[in-house]
T-cell receptor, first 114, second 114 residues
Framework: DGGITQSPKYLFRKEGQNVTLSCEQN?????MYWYRQDPGQGLRLIYY???????QKGDIAEGYSVSREKKESFPLTVTSAQKNPTAFYLCASHTPGTGANVLTFGAGSRLTVL | AQSVAQPEDQVNVAEGNPLTVKCTYS??????LFWYVQYPNRGLQFLLK??????LVKGSYGFEAEFNKSQTSFHLKKPSALVSDSALYFCAVRDGNYGQNFVFGPGTRLSVLP
C-alpha cells in the first residue's frame, strides 16, 4: 500500500542534542512538508520542498533543518538551537497541480525533550 | 495571505443528533478547502474537499460540507453523530491561484456523548 512512513514514533532527547526525524513516501509525490503540532495551535509549517534538492522555510523554520536528496525522503533535523522542541511532528506530501490536491499525512513522531 | 478560523475549540453533541463544526477562511484567489480528522497520536486523515462545482460536498464516513462563498465558510456536517466520530477536526485552505501551501485552522475537538 502506498503511504508515508515516519520514524521513530516516539523519541526522547536530552537538551543540547540534535535529533533527526525520518519521513519516507512511496506515493511518487513531488512535494513534501513538515508540520509541527502543539495543543490548541493547529499545524504550523516548518519546511517544505517542491522538488528534489530544493526546499523553502515555512513559518517556524528556526532551529530546524531539512534535506531533499531523493524524491522519496525528506528528513527533518531538530537542532539544539530549537528552544522548545517538545511537540508532535507531522510529515505530509502531495503532487502540486493535480486535480486531487490532497495532502497525505504520515502517522507522526512525538519528540520529548528531557 | 491565507487564513482559517475555527471559532469553536470544542463541540459536544449527543449520539444520533446532527453535528456541525464551523470553519471560515480568507484567501486572495480561488479557495481550495479541505477537512481532515485526527485521532489521538495519529496523523491527519482526509475527509473531504471543495475545489469547484457543487457547493455541497460529500465525503468519508457520512460527513458533508457546504461551501458558502458569500460567507467565506465551509462548515462540516453530519446528520447523525456516532461516538466513534469523537476526534479533532481540522479545516484547511489552499489558494488555488497562488502558491502550493496549505494553511490549517487551530482545530475543533468533537465529543459525541452516548
Amino acid at each position: 500500500d502506498g503511504g508515508i512512513t515516519q520514524s521513530p514514533k516516539y523519541l526522547f532527547r536530552k537538551e543540547g542534542q540534535n535529533v533527526t526525524l525520518s519521513c519516507e513516501q512511496n506515493l511518487n509525490h513531488d512535494a513534501m512538508y513538515w508540520y509541527r503540532q502543539d495543543p490548541g495551535q493547529g499545524l504550523r509549517l516548518i519546511y517544505y520542498s517542491q522538488i528534489v534538492n530544493d526546499f523553502q522555510k515555512g513559518d517556524i523554520a528556526e532551529g530546524y533543518s531539512v534535506s531533499r536528496e531523493k524524491k522519496e525522503s525528506f528528513p527533518l533535523t531538530v537542532t539544539s538551537a530549537q528552544k522548545n522542541p517538545t511537540a508532535f511532528y507531522l510529515c505530509a506530501s502531495h503532487t502540486p497541480g493535480t486535480g486531487a490536491n490532497v495532502l497525505t499525512f504520515g502517522a507522526g513522531s512525538r519528540l520529548t525533550v528531557l | 495571505a491565507q487564513s482559517v478560523a475555527q471559532p469553536e475549540d470544542q463541540v459536544n453533541v449527543a449520539e444520533g443528533n446532527p453535528l456541525t463544526v464551523k470553519c471560515t477562511y480568507s484567501v486572495s484567489g480561488n479557495p481550495y478547502l479541505f477537512w481532515y480528522v485526527q485521532y489521538p497520536n495519529r496523523g491527519l486523515q482526509f475527509l473531504l474537499k471543495y475545489i469547484t462545482g457543487d457547493n455541497l460536498v460529500k465525503g468519508s464516513y457520512g460527513f458533508e460540507a457546504e461551501f458558502n462563498k458569500s460567507q467565506t465558510s465551509f462548515h462540516l456536517k453530519k446528520p447523525s453523530a456516532l461516538v466513534s466520530d469523537s476526534a479533532l477536526y481540522f479545516c484547511a485552505v489552499r489558494d488555488g491561484n497562488y502558491g502550493q501551501n496549505f494553511v490549517f485552522g487551530p482545530g475543533t475537538r468533537l465529543s459525541v456523548l452516548p
